[in-house]
């Protein structure tokens, strides 16, 4: 279970005023290319659930992600997440063509096929996907996360912070955003689902 505080910057104007703040403790920018898969008849979404392909720093690396039975309340993002790394050239090919994606060596893509009861006859289709420059910081003993999440129709900004006690970590980021004048929301909804969206949070 992957348990994150999400809170969603206001504008462009908060997030560079934020990351200058946090400029010392910058350890790392990733550059993500997120992109989602899954089948002809939704029996992901159906239940819930979400398959990924994520490509860092122009297909130098690609992680494989399943997640299901999500929760985002208050700000705190729960969910059940599995992780695998894939061969980015294989992992770009099953973009381009989503069949492959039945014929790849996959832990992930065996989960998918047996849990979610998925036959021979079942395909895979690409929904898309989005860009995002995540800049990653040690601040305070815990470690940051400030996206900037390009979308075809927009753009959003947020700071995420996976930890075993997100209520504590939440008070720690709210004092310290409003100290420093940073507007914020509590994050109401997965990346994800803003993407299947199609708009921008209110």
């Known amino acids: 279970m992957e348990v994150e505080v ?7 104007a908060a997030h560079g005023q934020l990351t200058t703040i946090l400029s010392p403790y910058l350890r790392k920018t990733l550059h993500q290319e997120n992109v989602f898969f899954d089948t002809t008849k939704s029996d992901l979404s159906s239940q819930r659930a979400v398959l990924r392909l994520r490509f860092l720093d122009n297909d130098t690396r690609c992680i494989a992600s399943l997640k299901s039975r999500p929760t ?3 700000g705190v ?7 695998e790394e894939l061969e980015p050239l294989t992992a770009r090919a099953c973009v ?4 492959r994606l039945r014929e790849i060596q996959s832990r992930i893509l065996k989960r998918v096929k047996e849990e979610f ?3 021979d006859e079942v395909g895979f289709v690409c929904l898309g996907g989005f860009q995002n420059v995540r800049m990653v ?6 470690k940051l996360e400030v996206d900037e999440t390009r979308y075809a129709f927009g753009i959003c900004y947020e ?6 006690d997100p209520e504590a970590v939440k008070r720690v980021l709210e004092e310290f955003l ?14 994800f689902a803003v993407f299947r969206s199609g708009k921008l949070p209110c």
């Open 96 to 99: 381009e063509d989503p069949a």
């Open 6 to 12: 999400k809170l969603r910057l206001a504008d462009a």
């Open 72 to 74: 985002l309340v208050n």
């Open 178 to 191: 409003k100290e420093n004048g940073i507007s914020y929301s509590y994050s109401e909804m997965s990346k």
């Open 159 to 164: 700071i995420e912070c996976e930890s075993g």
């Open 137 to 142: 910081y040690e601040w305070r003993e815990l």
């Open 77 to 83: 993002s729960r969910v059940e997440e599995d992780e």
């Open 117 to 119: 009861g998925l036959g």
